[in-house]
């Protein structure tokens, strides 16, 4: 009898086990959910050595007068008191021009 109960008792485990495993919210998604988390990772890698590159740039604007210069230059478009700053435009050229 108590032979009887314990393996009925192991076989509904196995059963279970088994369903649970196999079931939409068993080893798929699992599997999906590890995927994601790796996918995850990466992602936070990639921020992370962005916001790295972002110190860097940072610090170097903070301490040295020449980053802040090219900066301005490039981004702002500014230039010295004594300097003429020349924009050249690109013309777009036309089917019929330049042959």
Known sequence: MRST??????????????????SDDGFVRLS???RRLE???????KLSDTVQE???EVQGLQAD???VE????SELGMARPDELVVIFEKKEKTSG???
Do not use: C, D, I, Y
């Open 65 to 67: 007068p020449r980053t």
């Open 32 to 34: 999906a959910l590890s």
């Open 70 to 73: 090219k900066a301005a230059r």
């Open 54 to 56: 972002l110190r860097r």
């Open 5 to 22: 109960a314990t393996m009925f008792l192991l076989l509904s485990a196995l059963v279970a086990a088994a369903f649970s495993f196999l």
């Open 39 to 45: 996918q995850q990772h990466h992602a936070n890698a």
């Open 97 to 99: 021009e330049g042959k």
